[in-house]
């Protein structure tokens, strides 16, 4: 049994009580960012911060020294600090789960083996000894070593898992694409919906494809539904251009070249036909959501090589150190968590924008949804009493500057306040020009301009004076006072987006440890899947049928009428 000590009720601490008063006094006082600037000339200094490559400006949020200093007094009294080392250290914090929460062992370097222990297992050797095998294997992929059925080298890798087993690997790989050097390229499938599979593998030659089944239960619905469709799809094309006679001989031999499998449940994995000698493994102590620095990003070894995975998981091991070693007043990611902490439950900003200024990074948004919503969505705290307190911040967003002809007018005018991140690179590797304008600046430009109109708006005066008719002048008001942090890079490099996304997965825990919430469970996906177990029999079966809700029975029966 777990250890873990029962969590504050953060609401009950006389920090909870100062920043409530805090807030009370800044708004009273008619607090803004333009007077916050105007006051404090050393105001982006105070608040600026270096971390490799990656520069923060927090300066454009809605505190100030005084604020600060509360949220850190709380992010003391809930233990903050203890929990982090105790989650670095393997304690089981999982606590619903009894399982330790370890995705910090799966980058730090081997000369740390031995360091960090799971029970018997010693999990920085064991992550070694998976890392090397995942090498070895993807420099065989990637030099043609390892063929196809046919002899022919590998080009496409289908990767097929959801959720954390694919969101982070899509994530990254569209995000390093420009590192992408061998020639092969990867498609991601996770929806159950036929349409998915059907219009991936249209564009696949199945004697040049290596499917990579990536699942850590190996249960999943979705994943083993896909995996199966697969291997339908490689032996009966195969099978048609008369490469296999049909035989279960040859299509053993076909499976052994063109699958592999990434899972915990590594019995289940041969069960399906997958050779074990063609199967990487990671561990309980690893989240899904947490995974993509585990066996999980094997893909990304394929496609980027292992040095390129070396610096990404460098990446994720600096902030780690930084997080852990970082005295709270001075440590970004810790600010950074315990900001959005003050947003949500002092002055009701329930939902997050992070918009990345970066087409490469057009599914970070939707990683991040995963990362952050199926940890701190959660009613409960780790010991199974009520919160007391609003949790689980709405993250979304969508890159600049297409999310800004969508719905940044929501951000800049609506009656909600929704405080975003900005995540930006000085270099990109596509330099352009249109005439004498270099497009990139032009881009950055506008990613500038943007945090500027939402932090300090637009006054009525300021319209006027551009001989706006009075009419029109409040609907041309910016208001301003809209909260806002930047994060510019130098580059996308694996070293950049390691770092990036380890800040997120620590934001996310400051924040769940402010809440008191296991961020490491997921039970709340549960009901849904046993419903659809329950309900699709009810399809064709009146007994099943008459089982369900009026509403359930009525959307069945319009299927039925319908369906040709
Ligand atoms: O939907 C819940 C969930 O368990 C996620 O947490 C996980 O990332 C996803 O399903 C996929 O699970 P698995 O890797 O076991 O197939």
């Given at each position: 049994?777990?250890?873990?000590?029962?969590?504050?009720?953060?609401?009950?601490?006389?920090?909870?009580?100062?920043?409530?008063?805090?807030?009370?006094?800044?708004?009273?006082?008619?607090?803004?960012?333009?007077?916050?600037?105007?006051?404090?000339?050393?105001?982006?200094?105070?608040?600026?911060?270096?971390?490799d490559d990656?520069?923060?400006?927090?300066?454009?949020?809605?505190?100030?020294?005084?604020?600060?200093?509360?949220?850190?007094?709380?992010?003391?009294?809930?233990?903050?600090?203890?929990?982090?080392?105790?989650?670095?250290?393997?304690?089981?914090?999982?606590?619903?789960?009894?399982?330790?929460?370890?995705?910090?062992?799966l980058r730090r370097p081997l000369?740390?083996?031995?360091?960090?222990?799971?029970?018997?297992?010693?999990?920085?050797?064991?992550v070694h000894k998976t890392l090397d095998r995942m090498y070895d294997f993807a420099e065989r992929v990637r030099s043609g070593a390892w063929t196809g059925?046919?002899?022919k080298r590998i080009e496409h890798v289908l990767s097929?898992g959801?959720?954390?087993s694919d969101?982070g690997p899509v994530m990254v790989y569209e995000a390093l694409k420009p590192y992408a050097d061998a020639g092969i390229d990867c498609t991601y499938?996770?929806?159950?919906?036929?349409?998915?599979?059907?219009?991936?593998?249209?564009?696949l030659?199945?004697?040049t494809t290596l499917c990579i089944?990536v699942?850590?239960?190996?249960?999943?619905?979705?994943?083993?539904?896909?995996?199966?469709?697969?291997?339908?799809?490689?032996?009966?094309?195969?099978?048609?251009?008369?490469?296999?006679?049909?035989?279960?001989?040859?299509?053993?031999?076909?499976?052994?070249k063109h699958?592999v499998a990434v899972?915990?449940?590594?019995?289940?994995?041969?069960?399906?036909?997958?050779?074990?000698a063609n199967a990487f493994g990671f561990?309980?102590?690893?989240?899904?959501?947490?995974s993509v620095d585990s066996a999980v990003g094997l893909s990304l070894i394929v496609a980027l090589g292992p040095q390129r995975f070396r610096e990404f998981l460098a990446g994720f091991h600096d902030?780690?150190?930084?997080?852990?070693?970082?005295?709270?007043?001075?440590?970004?990611?810790?600010?950074?968590?315990?900001?959005?902490?003050?947003?949500?439950?002092?002055?009701?900003?329930?939902?997050?924008?992070?918009?990345?200024?970066n087409?490469y990074l057009?599914r970070?948004?939707?990683y991040?949804?995963?990362?952050?919503?199926?940890?701190?969505?959660?009613?409960?705290?780790?010991?199974?009493?009520?919160?007391?307190?609003?949790?689980?911040?709405?993250?979304?967003?969508?890159?600049?500057?297409?999310?800004?002809?969508?719905?940044?007018?929501?951000?800049?005018?609506?009656?909600?306040?929704?405080?975003?991140?900005?995540?930006?690179f000085?270099n990109t590797p596509n330099?352009?020009?249109?005439?004498?304008?270099?497009?990139?600046?032009?881009?950055?430009?506008?990613?500038?301009?943007?945090?500027?109109?939402?932090?300090?708006?637009?006054?009525?005066?300021?319209?006027?004076?551009?001989?706006?008719?009075?009419?029109?002048?409040?609907?041309?008001?910016?208001?301003?006072?809209?909260?806002?942090?930047?994060?510019?890079g130098t580059e996308l490099t694996p070293h950049a987006l390691g770092e990036l996304i380890a800040?997120?997965?620590?934001?996310?825990?400051?924040?769940?440890?402010?809440?008191?919430?296991?961020?490491?469970?997921?039970?709340?996906?549960?009901?849904?899947?046993?419903?659809?177990?329950?309900?699709?029999?009810?399809?064709?079966?009146?007994?099943?049928?008459?089982?369900?809700?009026?509403?359930?029975?009525?959307?069945?029966?319009?299927?039925?009428?319908?369906?040709?």
């Amino acid at each position: 049994m777990s250890t873990i000590p029962t969590p504050v009720d953060a609401t009950k601490t006389p920090a909870w009580a100062a920043l409530d008063t805090r807030h009370n006094e800044l708004v009273s006082s008619g607090f803004t960012l333009k007077s916050a600037f105007a006051d404090n000339p050393n105001r982006v200094d105070a608040l600026s911060f270096d971390l490799d490559d990656l520069h923060f400006d927090l300066s454009k949020n809605l505190v100030d020294k005084t604020t600060l200093g509360l949220l850190c007094d709380l992010a003391r009294a809930v233990g903050l600090e203890q929990r982090r080392d105790a989650m670095f250290a393997g304690a089981r914090i999982n606590t619903t789960e009894d399982r330790a929460v370890l995705h910090t062992a799966l980058r730090r370097p081997l000369s740390d083996a031995g360091t960090v222990m799971n029970g018997e297992q010693d999990c920085v050797a064991d992550v070694h000894k998976t890392l090397d095998r995942m090498y070895d294997f993807a420099e065989r992929v990637r030099s043609g070593a390892w063929t196809g059925i046919t002899g022919k080298r590998i080009e496409h890798v289908l990767s097929i898992g959801i959720g954390g087993s694919d969101l982070g690997p899509v994530m990254v790989y569209e995000a390093l694409k420009p590192y992408a050097d061998a020639g092969i390229d990867c498609t991601y499938v996770s929806n159950i919906d036929p349409n998915d599979m059907a219009e991936k593998v249209r564009r696949l030659d199945p004697e040049t494809t290596l499917c990579i089944v990536v699942s850590k239960t190996f249960t999943t619905l979705e994943t083993l539904t896909n995996a199966r469709e697969a291997r339908a799809w490689l032996l009966e094309s195969l099978r048609a251009s008369g490469v296999l006679d049909g035989s279960a001989e040859q299509d053993a031999a076909a499976i052994k070249k063109h699958f592999v499998a990434v899972s915990t449940a590594l019995d289940l994995v041969e069960d399906f036909g997958i050779d074990p000698a063609n199967a990487f493994g990671f561990w309980s102590w690893v989240g899904g959501r947490y995974s993509v620095d585990s066996a999980v990003g094997l893909s990304l070894i394929v496609a980027l090589g292992p040095q390129r995975f070396r610096e990404f998981l460098a990446g994720f091991h600096d902030l780690d150190v930084y997080f852990q070693a970082t005295p709270l007043e001075k440590n970004v990611v810790a600010l950074m968590g315990l900001i959005n902490v003050w947003y949500v439950n002092f002055w009701g900003m329930g939902s997050h924008a992070v918009l990345p200024y970066n087409q490469y990074l057009h599914r970070f948004p939707a990683y991040l949804q995963q990362l952050t919503m199926e940890s701190n969505g959660k009613s409960v705290r780790w010991d199974g009493s009520p919160v007391s307190s609003g949790t689980g911040e709405i993250f979304w967003g969508e890159p600049g500057t297409n999310g800004q002809h969508a719905f940044y007018q929501l951000i800049h005018q609506g009656t909600r306040v929704v405080p975003a991140d900005f995540i930006a690179f000085v270099n990109t590797p596509n330099p352009t020009r249109d005439g004498d304008q270099d497009v990139h600046e032009l881009f950055l430009g506008n990613f500038l301009a943007q945090t500027k109109a939402l932090a300090f708006g637009k006054t009525a005066d300021e319209v006027r004076a551009e001989g706006t008719p009075e009419r029109v002048v409040p609907a041309r008001v910016f208001a301003g006072n809209r909260p806002t942090t930047s994060i510019f890079g130098t580059e996308l490099t694996p070293h950049a987006l390691g770092e990036l996304i380890a800040l997120y997965e620590h934001i996310t825990f400051v924040e769940g440890t402010v809440w008191g919430v296991d961020s490491y469970d997921q039970w709340g996906v549960e009901l849904g899947k046993q419903l659809a177990k329950q309900i699709t029999p009810a399809f064709h079966d009146d007994a099943a049928l008459a089982e369900q809700d009026a509403s359930t029975k009525a959307l069945i029966a319009y299927y039925r009428e319908h369906r040709r």
